[in-house]
């Protein structure tokens, strides 16, 4: 089906379709025109108002001027004064165009929505996540909150390039090996990492160090070095989380 291009955007359904006649596209014409210049009347009526009030509450004899240059301290026409004028305060004169649908510039007056299916856990929510998955596997909450800041940046929908998903970068065998069916739920992705490092800090005796290598290389590889790996990332990956945990390198759980 073919789209037009109109107010509702390239290929929207609100777009203006062409007229069925001269006579008719000429009469929307002069409508738009007469509205636009309306609402340019209406813009230019509130920004004299707020420069006058500007000038008026100066108090300091400064007739609205900052600084030495003589400045004015008014915004322009199209500053942040003219912003003031929302869509709401203008959308019943656009309500007069023909097709138009109420939908143009709204977002300018909401906020963006979120994705569907997927509940961004708020900082509180997060904390709480935490705290019940370090109670539950026995964890400080300052080490799993420095992972999920490592590993996600407490982004709840990260994916790596390399495929790990969620708060702590689960990969999806290790997530299916820990019996999480969506690694995007906060809850989940967060018990499942806790649970995979507990793991690791059993196999590796309690030490955090090795159990963060274990985390980023794979267990293997920490038992291949005999200890942390001499990988410059897996190093760096291990002291940003032990400096953020308030841990040290020879700290054991």
Do not use: C, H, R, W
């Not at 089906?1 to 008719?24: D, E, H, L, R, Y």
């Not at 026409?77 to 007069?96: K, V």
């Amino acid at each position: 089906m073919t789209t037009t291009t109109g107010i509702g955007g390239v290929g929207s359904t609100n777009a203006i379709q062409t007229a069925p006649s001269s006579v008719q596209g000429t009469a929307s014409d002069t409508a738009f025109d007469e509205l636009l210049a309306e609402i340019v009347d209406e813009m230019m009526l509130q920004d004299t108002v707020s420069l006058a009030s500007s000038i008026g509450q100066g108090g300091d004899g400064s007739d609205g001027m900052d600084g030495t240059d003589g400045s004015s301290s008014s915004s322009s026409l199209l500053g942040s004064d003219a912003q003031s004028l929302s869509f709401s305060s203008i959308a019943p004169l656009l309500s007069m165009l023909p097709n138009y649908s109420g939908t143009a510039g709204a977002a300018t007056d909401t906020a963006t929505a979120t994705s569907p299916g997927l509940e961004t856990a708020s900082p509180d929510g997060v904390e709480a996540l935490v705290a019940s998955a370090a109670s539950k596997y026995n964890l400080p909450s300052s080490l799993l909150n420095a992972v999920i800041q490592q590993e996600s940046g407490f982004e709840p929908d990260a994916v790596s390039s390399a495929g790990a998903i969620g708060l702590m970068q689960l990969m999806p065998s290790t997530a299916e090996s820990l019996g999480i069916d969506n690694p995007l739920d906060p809850a989940q992705n967060i018990n499942g990492g806790a649970k995979y490092l507990s793991q690791l800090l059993k196999e590796f005796d309690g030490s955090v160090p090795l159990a963060l290598a274990a985390y980023n290389a794979g267990p293997n590889a920490v038992k291949s070095y005999g200890g942390v790996p001499p990988y410059s990332e897996t190093q760096q990956y291990v002291q940003n989380i032990l400096a953020m945990s308030g841990l040290t390198d020879t700290s054991t759980i």
